[in-house]
T-cell receptor
Framework: GAGVSQTPSNKVTEKGKYVELRCDPI?????LYWYRQSLGQGPEFLIY????????DSGLPNDRFFAVRPEGSVSTLKIQRTERGDSAVYLC????????????????FGQGTRLTVV | GIQVEQSPPDLILQEGANSTLRCNFS?????LQWFHQNPWGQLINLFY???GTKQNGRLSATTVATERYSLLYISSSQTTDSGVYFC????????????FGTGTQLKVEL
C-alpha cells in the first residue's frame, strides 16, 4: 500500500480481555517495528521484525505481549489479559532495509491504534 | 541504552517567527530522524539525517554526529506547524530500533 496501515484505529476493551492489533506495512518493506506511546511521552520500542522473524523483542514489557509476522508482511500484536496500564497508542512502522548495521533504515509510521482498557 | 534529550520542551511562537529545536544524544548513532506529530497523532517524517544538512521548504536540519547533536530549523512558522517534534536515533551497535527523544511541543499562534 501507499503507507503503513493499522487497524483498528480505536479499540476499547474490558480489563482481562484479549486484543489483536494489526499492521500492514509499506509494500516491499522487510523491516517492521511496533512501538507504544503513552500520553505525553515519546514512542517506546516494543519489537522489531526482519522478514518473518523477531530480530529484537527486548521492548516487550512482559509475556502478555506477543507479536507475529507469519508471511513477512502483515503483523499482529497480541495482548493477553489486558490491564488498564496497557492503555496507550500502539504504533507500527516499516522500513526498506534492515540488518545489524542499521544503515539505510528510514522508518515510516502508521496512524496508530488507540487502545483503551476499561 | 542511548539517551536522547530535546530542547526546549515547550515553545510558543507568533506566526511568521523562526525557531531552532535541538536534539542531544549520548552515544554514537547510525541513523537520526526528525518527526512532526500532528494533533491527530500521526508521525510525519521530516528528515532522515544521520549527518550533514538538509533543507525542505521552510524546514532545514543539521546533524553533527561527532558532537552528538542535531538541530531543526523552522522559518516563517505557520499555525499548521503546531504539534510535537520528535528526534529519534538508532544507536550504533544497537540494531535498528529507534529511541525517541522527549519531544518539543510547539504552538504557533496568529
Amino acid at each position: 500500500g501507499a503507507g503503513v496501515s493499522q487497524t483498528p484505529s480505536n479499540k476499547v476493551t474490558e480489563k482481562g480481555k484479549y486484543v489483536e492489533l494489526r499492521c500492514d506495512p509499506i509494500s516491499g518493506h522487510t523491516a517492521l517495528y511496533w512501538y507504544r506511546q503513552s500520553l505525553g511521552q515519546g514512542p517506546e520500542f516494543l519489537i522489531y521484525f526482519q522478514g518473518t522473524g523477531a530480530a529484537d523483542d527486548s521492548g516487550l514489557p512482559n509475556d502478555r505481549f506477543f507479536a507475529v509476522r507469519p508471511e513477512g508482511s502483515v503483523s499482529t500484536l497480541k495482548i493477553q489479559r489486558t490491564e488498564r496500564g496497557d492503555s496507550a497508542v500502539y504504533l507500527c512502522a516499516s522500513s526498506s532495509v534492515g540488518g545489524s548495521t542499521g544503515r539505510g533504515t528510514e522508518a515510516f509510521f502508521g496512524q496508530g491504534t488507540r487502545l483503551t482498557v476499561v | 541504552g542511548i539517551q536522547v534529550e530535546q530542547s526546549p520542551p515547550d515553545l510558543i511562537l507568533q506566526e511568521g517567527a523562526n525557531s531552532t529545536l535541538r536534539c542531544n544524544f549520548s552515544d554514537s548513532v547510525n541513523n537520526l530522524q526528525w518527526f512532526h506529530q500532528n494533533p491527530w497523532g500521526q508521525l510525519i517524517n521530516l528528515f532522515y539525517i544521520p549527518s550533514g544538512t538538509k533543507q525542505n521548504g521552510r524546514l532545514s536540519a543539521t546533524t553533527v554526529a561527532t558532537e552528538r547533536y542535531s538541530l531543526l530549523y523552522i522559518s516563517s512558522s505557520q499555525t499548521t506547524d503546531s504539534g510535537v517534534y520528535f528526534c529519534a536515533v538508532t544507536q550504533r551497535g544497537g540494531g535498528n530500533k529507534l529511541t525517541f527523544g522527549t519531544g518539543t511541543q510547539l504552538k504557533v499562534e496568529l
